[in-house]
């Protein structure tokens, strides 16, 4: 097997929520399927549902999928809530920046600490519930 790409896809409430959400992080979308999922836009309309979308940011994706659609294309979630017991760890530059701005816009991140493998990170909890990590190389 050659690995590719990893990009995550997340089961989410509600993809409006969760694409305004990113987009505070700084990521933007790249497309979204609406419920009648009879194409591929890329934007969001006002008057529309959505079960699917994909945001962006540098060389980071990830994908949010309504918990409906989700669990009918993974039938091995059926019985599972939505969250995970996992951190999706990102390395960026400019993490002091990229700190302050998140807690200006009231998000609460951990406070950025030093780990013992060398890497200033800090963490935070997206609106569906899923830990964010965010990392960069200690000089």
Same mark, same amino acid.
């Given at each position: *097997?050659? /690995?590719?790409?990893? $990009? #995550?896809?997340? =089961?989410?409430?509600?993809?409006?929520?969760? +694409?305004?959400?990113?987009?505070?992080?700084?990521?933007?979308?790249?497309?979204?399927? #609406?419920?009648? %999922?009879?194409?591929?836009?890329?934007?969001? &309309?006002?008057?529309?549902?959505?079960?699917? &979308?994909?945001?962006?940011?540098?060389?980071?994706?990830?994908?949010?999928?309504?918990?409906?659609?989700?669990? =009918?294309?993974?039938?091995?979630?059926?019985?599972?809530?939505?969250? &995970?017991?996992?951190?999706?760890? *990102?390395?960026?530059? /400019?993490?002091?920046?990229?700190?302050? %701005? +998140?807690?200006?816009?009231?998000?609460?991140? $951990?406070?950025?600490? $030093?780990?013992?493998? /060398?890497?200033? =990170?800090?963490?935070?909890?997206?609106?569906?519930?899923?830990?964010?990590?965010? &990392? %960069?190389?200690?000089?």
């Amino acid at each position: *097997m050659k /690995g590719n790409k990893l $990009t #995550p896809n997340f =089961e989410v409430k509600n993809i409006r929520k969760t +694409i305004e959400f990113y987009e505070s992080l700084g990521f933007s979308l790249v497309m979204a399927v #609406p419920e009648t %999922q009879n194409g591929i836009e890329p934007s969001l &309309a006002d008057e529309k549902e959505y079960v699917y &979308a994909l945001v962006s940011k540098d060389n980071l994706e990830m994908m949010f999928q309504r918990i409906d659609s989700f669990k =009918e294309d993974i039938p091995l979630t059926k019985d599972l809530s939505i969250g &995970a017991s996992v951190s999706f760890y *990102m390395e960026i530059e /400019g993490i002091d920046n990229f700190h302050e %701005q +998140i807690k200006s816009k009231g998000l609460n991140p $951990t406070e950025i600490k $030093t780990a013992w493998y /060398g890497m200033r =990170e800090f963490y935070l909890r997206d609106n569906n519930g899923y830990i964010l990590g965010f &990392a %960069q190389k200690s000089e």
